[in-house]
T-cell receptor
Framework: LAKTTQPISMDSYEGQEVNITCSHN???????ITWYQQFPSQGPRFIIQ???TKVTNEVASLFIPADRKSSTLSLPRVSLSDTAVYYC????????????FGAGTRLFVKA | DTAVSQTPKYLVTQMGNDKSIKCEQN?????MYWYKQDSKKFLKIMFS???????INETVPNRFSPKSPDKAHLNLHINSLELGDSAVYFC?????????????FGEGSWLTVV
């Protein structure tokens, strides 16, 4: 299983763009990269998923270089409500697959 | 409509008791999970069921026994509760796919053992 490494915490200000990078050096060919967001007292929530290059949705962008050994979650113009823990997850679907969450990155957005 | 619902949300019980947490998903998914999040906020997988079959059983004490009566339900029964079992337990589900998948989590069940 590909282990992920993320910064433990990050601080930002409202309106800034935040980039959180995740390292996954031993990612396998069939692995997808998924990011989740967790607010206090809630379950993790899907943000974005990608396999290679760039993926964008209404919430974030995900940049994946050609070697796929890292990925960067980009949150445009964060607000106070984006304060949460962000998890990078690398997993494949093996029919009941095993998903390992790392420690996550605690993002704190200040006014 | 709640996609993944688990009950109870809060549970305070004494050491040695037996308790159950129920989980139901209405997403039509074929895979369900139980995760444990401890005080340090690490989210660890405990069990995974695919089409009612146990697929993943991490290093979890035998006191924890999952039961999946059908694809939409995965309950967690815990015997002889210990102080160290205090944590948040998340139920989750996903659909088997040839491409990447998305895991949908419930709101969590806060278990406190006193």
């Amino acid at each position: 299983l590909a282990k992920t490494t993320q910064p433990i915490s990050m601080d930002s200000y409202e309106g800034q763009e935040v980039n959180i990078t995740c390292s996954h050096n031993n990612i396998a060919t069939n692995d997808y990269i998924t990011w989740y967001q967790q607010f206090p007292s809630q379950g993790p929530r899907f943000i974005i998923q990608g396999y290679k290059t760039k993926v964008t949705n209404e919430v974030a962008s995900l940049f994946i270089p050609a070697d796929r050994k890292s990925s960067t979650l980009s949150l445009p113009r964060v607000s106070l409500s984006d304060t949460a823990v962000y998890y990078c997850l690398v997993a494949r679907n093996t029919g009941g697959f095993k998903t390992i969450f790392g420690a996550g990155t605690r993002l704190f957005v200040k006014a | 409509d709640t996609a993944v619902s688990q009950t109870p949300k809060y549970l305070v019980t004494q050491m040695g008791n037996d308790k159950s947490i129920k989980c139901e998903q209405n997403l039509g998914h074929d895979t369900m999970y139980w995760y444990k999040q401890d005080s340090k906020k690490f989210l660890k997988i405990m069990f995974s069921y695919n089409n009612k079959e146990l697929i993943i059983n991490e290093t979890v004490p035998n006191r924890f026994s999952p039961k999946s009566p059908d694809k939409a339900h995965l309950n967690l029964h815990i015997n002889s509760l210990e102080l160290g079992d205090s944590a948040v337990y998340f139920c989750a589900s996903s659909r088997t796919s040839s491409s990447g998948n998305t895991i949908y989590f419930g709101e969590g069940s806060w278990l406190t053992v006193v």
